[in-house]
């Protein structure tokens, strides 16, 4: 069974720096999507970023950015100049390339401090 | 543009008591997914269905129903609802499998006292 481990319940930035949201899972799949996951206290579930396993160049959505180590089965989420309004919970999540199902982290809480 | 609707946003149940979580998207989609989030634990799934007659179990199925008569709706049914069934509940809904995004409604508050 796919496994999602997000080991920082919490973490803060400043706004206008830079934060790094840390997600690892575990897989016997080679061909499969990650996905990054916002949720603000509207409690609306926002697609940030995914990333295709097959694919080794990183995605970037603007200011988001991922940085995919396949073979450690990593996948942290880079926020450059926070703002305040990217203060949310973001969950880490896995897609088996041939499935329907969403494996969740257990999600992040991220403050942005101004 | 109306994506995913859940119904009701909030509910508080007495134990024992059975309802029906409503959800339906106007996409064409045919994967469909009940999710329920707890505090630590991420979200866990419930149920899902790849098109309409075929429904299989998730993660956390026990104490919960679903059927898919047609494509557009998958309710969700607490047959007699529990305290450890309070949580949040998520309805998605993705085109397909590969990296279809999954779109997701507003969620449902579920209190059971």
């Known amino acids: 069974a796919q496994t999602v481990t997000q080991s920082q319940p919490e973490m803060s930035v400043q706004e206008a720096e830079t934060v790094t949201l840390s997600c690892t899972y575990d897989t016997s799949e080679s061909d499969y999507y990650l996905f990054w996951y916002k949720q603000p206290p509207s409690r609306q579930m926002i697609l940030v970023i995914r990333q295709e396993a097959y694919k080794q160049q990183n995605a970037t959505e603007n200011r988001f950015s991922v940085n995919f180590q396949k073979a450690a089965k990593s996948f942290s989420l880079k926020i450059s100049d926070s703002q305040l309004g990217d203060a949310a919970m973001y969950f880490c999540?896995?897609?088996?390339?041939?499935?329907?199902?969403?494996?969740f982290g257990e999600g992040t809480q991220l403050t942005v401090n101004p | 543009n109306a994506g995913v609707t859940q119904t009701p946003k909030f509910q508080v149940l007495k134990t024992g008591q059975s309802m029906t979580l409503q959800c339906a998207q106007d996409m064409n989609h045919e994967y469909m997914s009940w999710y329920r989030q707890d505090p630590g634990m991420g979200l866990r799934l419930i149920h899902y269905?790849?098109?309409?007659?075929?429904?299989d179990q998730g993660e956390v199925p026990n104490g919960y129903n679903v059927s898919r008569s047609t494509t557009e709706d998958f309710p969700l049914r607490l047959l007699s609802a529990a305290p450890s069934q309070t949580s949040v509940y998520f309805c998605a809904s993705s085109y397909g499998t590969d990296g279809y995004e999954a779109f997701f409604g507003q969620g449902t508050r579920l209190t059971v006292v």
């Open positions: 269905s790849v098109g309409a007659g075929i429904t």
């Open positions: 999540a896995y897609r088996w390339r041939g499935g329907s199902r969403l494996t």
